[in-house]
């Protein structure tokens, strides 16, 4: 059964980068079928796609974020990692990292991290 | 993007009740609409994919419907483990976008 866990600091400084890496277990970061994915979450709201990266690297990323979002993958750890730069208050969520397929739905979802920033 | 419009913002329900919660697409999305529930402290869990499949293991009661650019979530004889959010989702055209959510309480 595929599993996701993400991990990383849960306090980020203003202006600093954001870093997470999700730890994928159960399967194979490498299925060509599979895209990687974070999405976040902020207090009390709805949910937004952050970007996507599939086993040979290849890259989406939203529109609202692209300047300053940075998704890799290392197929031989079985991970995938986010770096967000220049973060605010307004960064401040529940990020979260998932799979999906082709069109498919994001299934499954790691458990989620607060990552708070504040001074 | 595609905006994606979900209503109603809050349901409240009786344990029995049947339930409907739409979400209306800004554009066509073919059949490429999602239904998660959200329960406090959880990560989303798909119910239902594909507008109208129902995800392996999700009871029978929650069902899936599309009519143009108009989805629709139904929920018959609500338990009380039912009583969470829900979001729709779009996975036609990146970025993936999502409803706002429906918070399903307890009347």
Request: proline share 5%; aromatic share 12%.
């Amino acid at each position: 059964q595929l599993q996701l866990h993400e991990s990383g600091p849960g306090l980020v400084r203003p202006s600093a980068t954001l870093s997470l890496t999700c730890t994928v277990s159960g399967g194979s970061i490498r299925d060509t079928s599979d895209f990687w994915d974070w999405l976040r979450q902020a207090p009390g709201k709805g949910l937004e796609s952050i970007g996507t990266i599939n086993y040979d690297g290849r890259t989406y990323y939203n529109p609202s974020l692209k300047s300053r979002v940075t998704i890799s993958v290392d197929a031989s750890q079985n991970q995938f990692s986010l770096k967000l730069t220049s973060v605010t208050a307004a960064d401040t969520a529940v990020y979260y990292c998932a799979r999906h397929t082709s069109r498919g739905p994001y299934d499954p979802w790691g458990q989620g991290t607060l990552v708070t920033v504040s001074s | 993007d595609i905006q994606m419009t979900q209503s109603p913002f809050f349901l409240s329900a009786s344990v029995g009740d049947r339930v409907t919660i739409t979400c209306r697409a800004s554009q066509s999305i073919s059949s490429y609409l999602n239904w998660y529930q959200q329960k406090p402290g959880n990560a989303p869990k798909v119910l239902i994919y594909g507008a109208s499949s129902s995800q392996s293991g999700v009871p029978s009661r929650f069902s899936g419907s599309v009519s143009g650019t108009d989805f629709t979530l139904t929920i018959t004889s609500l338990q009380p483990g039912d009583f969470a959010t829900y979001f729709c989702q779009q996975s036609y055209s990146g970025p993936y976008t999502f409803g706002q959510g429906t918070k399903l309480e307890i009347k």
